[in-house]
């Protein structure tokens, strides 16, 4: 209960894992100007620069709440060079 009485751009932890890795990249990058000091600020850029990768290798789709063993090989959507 404790961490759901946290929210960050009126989203609790809960909700931000149901989020698709796109959205959440959007919703870590608004936190932006939301965050209280420095150490908060690296965090947020942090979790930030991880969901850019996600969404950059075609795994936006995905929710983070989406266990890793559920994934196959196939789930990265890549274009032939």
Avoid: C, K, M, N
């Avoid at 919703?27 to 000091?37: L, M, N, S």
């Avoid at 965090?43 to 850019?52: M, T, W």
């Amino acid at each position: 209960p404790e961490a759901l009485a946290f929210q960050l751009g009126g989203l609790d932890i809960a909700q931000f894992y149901d989020l698709p890795a796109s959205e959440a990249l959007a919703a870590a990058e608004a936190w932006r100007g939301d965050v209280p000091d420095a150490v908060a600020e690296l965090v947020v850029d942090e979790i930030a620069s991880r969901l850019r990768y996600l969404t950059e290798v075609g795994l936006g789709y995905l929710p983070l709440s989406r266990a890793s063993r559920t994934l196959s090989g196939g789930a990265v959507h890549s274009t032939p060079p």
